[in-house]
């Protein structure tokens, strides 16, 4: 009793039936790809080469035998169909999914911010590069002080910040710095 308990255990599980599903819905999604591979695309590939008749019944002759390439070059482009499917249609939105619910940071590219400067440093140095203070270097990839973008960047679509100027703000030179002491706005005289 204990086997037919084990294996009816192993048969319902979650993964075992994903499986099985699977495996249905792949030779099922392969056959509809072959018939469309063999119905649309060898037939305009064989009207553009310029042979007369089914395109899965080309072949060369090597003495007495026969060498079927045309089933060959049906097989190929099958293949590239489903595969291409497969990736754009399975893969690619798997894999975008997955890394929206779970982001996973490579630490040899990641960034953090420097404690002391604020700019943004690789992950795993243990000094900054730009006020080369030091820092203790990051290794858990889902620490919170990862960032995701450079610090003051605007990235595209995005509308500039207001920024706005009062005396003293910048100086550019004596001149520039005269007319700020003198309590003249920068640019007013423009």
């Known amino acids: 009793m204990g086997i037919v308990h084990?294996?009816?255990k192993f048969i319902v599980r979650g993964n075992m039936i994903g499986l099985a599903v699977g495996v249905v819905i792949g030779s099922l999604f392969s056959s509809l790809v072959e018939a469309f591979v063999e119905t649309f695309i060898t037939p305009f590939i064989s009207i553009v080469a310029g042979h007369k008749g089914a395109f899965a019944q080309m072949f060369w002759t090597l003495g007495d035998t026969k060498i079927m390439y045309g089933n060959f070059i049906n097989d190929?482009?099958?293949f590239v169909f489903i595969a291409a499917a497969i990736y754009f249609l399975i893969v690619l939105p798997?894999?975008?999914?997955?890394?929206a619910m779970n982001p996973y940071h490579d630490l040899a590219k990641a960034k953090r911010s420097c404690p002391e400067c604020l700019s943004a440093i690789p992950a795993q140095a243990t000094r900054c590069s730009f006020c080369t203070s030091h820092v203790t270097p990051i290794?858990?990839?889902?620490s919170d002080q990862l960032i995701e973008s450079i610090p003051g960047e605007i990235k595209l679509g995005e509308t500039a910040p207001d920024i706005k100027l009062k005396a003293g703000d910048v100086t550019l030179g004596a001149g520039a710095g005269s007319a700020a002491a003198a309590g003249t706005e920068v640019g007013a005289a423009a």
């Open 94 to 99: 798997v894999n975008k999914i997955a890394e």
């Open 6 to 8: 084990g294996f009816l």
């Open 139 to 142: 290794t858990d990839d889902m």
């Open 76 to 78: 190929i482009i099958t």
